[in-house]
T-cell receptor, first 112, second 112 residues
Framework: KAGVTQTPRYLIKTRGQQVTLSCSPISGHRSVSWYQQTPGQGLQFLFEYFSETQRNKGNFPGRFSGRQFSNSRSEMNVSTLELGDSALYLC???????????FGPGTRLTVT | GESVGLHLPTLSVQEGDNSIINCAYSNSASDYFIWYKQESGKGPQFIIDIRSNMDKRQGQRVTVLLNKTVKHLSLQIAATQPGDSAVYFCAENSGGYQKVTFGTGTKLQVIP
């Protein structure tokens, strides 16, 4: 079956702008998590959604937000972009309660 | 706060040899651990997991060992192949939901 898909794969934005990233989980997976990956900080948990509800949130400012739709697809939004937001944003999906997560290829965001 | 760290940033291994990647964690309440492999340009890929009520778990060519006394986790790869070259992350899944704390990663280089 199809894996986790993320769009767009690459994005270039300017400081102060906002951006929306999209994630389509594997069919049947209702839990979607987002991570930020940078060379300096590694992989950091952003938030996790299940049944359109945010269940967990990492230590990121309020500029980072997300949502999940009834079909389990998820979006994350970053407002007022800063240079430090340049990163690979990864989405992962899983069955509820399952430890194993399946990651998408990520969206590479560059803020100039 | 809780953290998951790795002993070595880079590991070089001859093809055919066994590889051992180590990981230390600090949260003694952690009860579930996962190893991921990330190849260049891709998202992390699940390798194997282990729960805290186990000391050892084996998969295909991989074995994870857990020592709760010293809060140490290791991944052993038998007969290392060039396709094993990647960055390996240990991770802790806490709270019953998909909030995963990743280690900093170890880059495995397989020498032909």
């Amino acid at each position: 079956k199809a894996g986790v898909t993320q769009t767009p794969r690459y994005l270039i934005k300017t400081r102060g702008q906002q951006v929306t990233l999209s994630c389509s989980p594997i069919s049947g997976h209702r839990s979607v998590s987002w991570y930020q990956q940078t060379p300096g900080q590694g992989l950091q948990f952003l938030f996790e959604y299940f049944s359109e509800t945010q269940r967990n949130k990492g230590n990121f400012p309020g500029r980072f937000s997300g949502r999940q739709f009834s079909n389990s697809r998820s979006e994350m939004n970053v407002s007022t972009l800063e240079l430090g937001d340049s990163a690979l944003y990864l989405c992962a999906s899983s069955f509820p309660g399952a430890g194993e997560q399946y990651f998408g290829p990520g969206t590479r965001l560059t803020v100039t | 706060g809780e953290s998951v760290g790795l002993h070595l940033p880079t590991l070089s291994v001859q093809e055919g040899d066994n590889s051992i990647i180590n990981c230390a964690y600090s949260n003694s309440a952690s009860d579930y651990f996962i190893w991921y492999k990330q190849e260049s340009g891709k998202g992390p890929q699940f390798i194997i997991d282990i729960r805290s009520n186990m000391d050892k778990r084996q998969g295909q060519r991989v074995t994870v060992l857990l020592n709760k006394t010293v809060k140490h986790l290791s991944l052993q790869i038998a007969a290392t192949q060039p396709g094993d070259s990647a960055v390996y992350f240990c991770a802790e899944n806490s709270g019953g939901y998909q909030k995963v704390t990743f280690g900093t990663g170890t880059k495995l280089q397989v020498i032909p």
